[in-house]
């Protein structure tokens, strides 16, 4: 088995997780804020940052879930922080690898 390292990149892990049987999850929100914050930084030109769908995180009854990496931080996000989290990530991605 050969290891390699990551590429030295930002990531995002936003929670796309659906849950069966009524119990609150991110499912088709957090999709949509993945593909909202996708076209902002692509508008933007931002690079350097990768968004991925992820499965559960936790705190399923908040909106979104989100987990940025590092600086290993996560948060609860909505339609209407698409911009905030936009700007947070063209920070993230000039920052050096940590």
């Known amino acids: 088995m050969k290891i390699s390292p ?5 990531m995002l892990f936003v929670c796309c997780a659906e849950r069966v049987g009524g ?3 991110c499912g088709i929100k957090g999709r949509q ?10 508008r ?5 940052v990768e968004l991925v769908p ?3 995180l936790g705190h399923c009854a908040a909106d ?6 590092p600086p290993r931080v996560w948060c609860a996000v909505g339609p209407a922080d698409v911009a905030a989290v936009a700007e947070v ?3 993230m991605a000039g920052d050096a690898c940590g």
């Open 23 to 25: 119990i609150p999850s």
């Open 64 to 69: 979104p879930v989100v987990i940025a990496a």
């Open 54 to 56: 992820s499965g559960c």
């Open 44 to 48: 933007n030109g931002v690079k350097g």
């Open 89 to 91: 990530l063209k920070g």
């Open 6 to 10: 990551l590429p030295c990149a930002k």
């Open 33 to 42: 804020l993945l593909l909202a914050l996708q076209a902002n930084l692509d």
